[in-house]
T-cell receptor, first 114, second 112 residues
Framework: DVKVTQSSRYLVKRTGEKVFLECVQDMDHENMFWYRQDPGLGLRLIYFSYDVKMKEKGDIPEGYSVSREKKERFSLILESASTNQTSMYLC?????????????FGDGTRLSIL | DQQVKQNSPSLSVQEGRISILNCDYTNSMFDYFLWYKKYPAEGPTFLISISSIKDKNEDGRFTVFLNKSAKHLSLHIVPSQPGDSAVYFCAAKLDSNYQLIWGAGTKLIIKP
């Protein structure tokens, strides 16, 4: 079974802090994704990566950056946290291939910015 | 501009009956449609997919129907069980693109 592990389930930070969210997958997947989930809005893609050191902006990249130095690890960075970044953050991974390859999700990090 | 819409925030169904979750989309370039299920405090898990060239896909108790002319898909769960109580997300994929476009989700409650 694919396992996607997010480093924290709950995190509380202060406005202006630099925040790191870590995600590790154990299935050698090329693709990794960061989403945020807010009530009534579904999942919105922040960034994704299709290879080590490669990244693509998603729908809402402002205020975030990412790092993928190793295939199994994808980090999301909030450069200067703001209260409107309080949300549930979900990491996912998938393999490329024909048709649709399901994304496998971690259990999420609920981040509160005070 | 919401390209994938789930218009029902919640749905309540009696155990043993059929649950029907609906999803509408606007972009004709989507090549796959997916359903994911999410329990509280867990990440979404993949449930079932359908290619845009098909109109039905079945997997056990779960069937997805695609009506391309109406730009509408639905997920049927028969029979509904208490463990099916969860939030169900509809999502769509653009051809040659890894990104998914997600609906807002429908909370399904199965009553005993």
């Amino acid at each position: 079974d694919v396992k996607v592990t997010q480093s924290s389930r709950y995190l509380v930070k202060r406005t202006g802090e630099k925040v790191f969210l870590e995600c590790v997958q154990d299935m050698d997947h090329e693709n990794m994704f960061w989403y945020r989930q807010d009530p009534g809005l579904g999942l919105r893609l922040i960034y994704f990566s299709y290879d080590v050191k490669m990244k693509e902006k998603g729908d809402i990249p402002e205020g975030y950056s990412v790092s993928r130095e190793k295939k199994e690890r994808f980090s999301l960075i909030l450069e200067s946290a703001s209260t409107n970044q309080t949300s549930m953050y979900l990491c996912a991974s998938s393999s490329p291939g024909e048709g649709y390859q399901p994304q496998h999700f971690g259990d999420g990090t609920r981040l509160s910015i005070l | 501009d919401q390209q994938v819409k789930q218009n029902s925030p919640s749905l309540s169904v009696q155990e043993g009956r059929i649950s029907i979750l609906n999803c509408d989309y606007t972009n004709s370039m989507f090549d796959y449609f997916l359903w994911y299920k999410k329990y509280p405090a867990e990440g979404p898990t993949f449930l079932i997919s359908i290619s845009s060239i098909k109109d039905k896909n079945e997997d056990g108790r779960f069937t997805v129907f695609l009506n391309k002319s109406a730009k509408h898909l639905s997920l049927h769960i028969v029979p509904s069980q208490p463990g099916d109580s969860a939030v169900y997300f509809c999502a769509a994929k653009l051809d040659s693109n890894y990104q998914l476009i997600w609906g807002a989700g429908t909370k399904l409650i199965i009553k005993p």
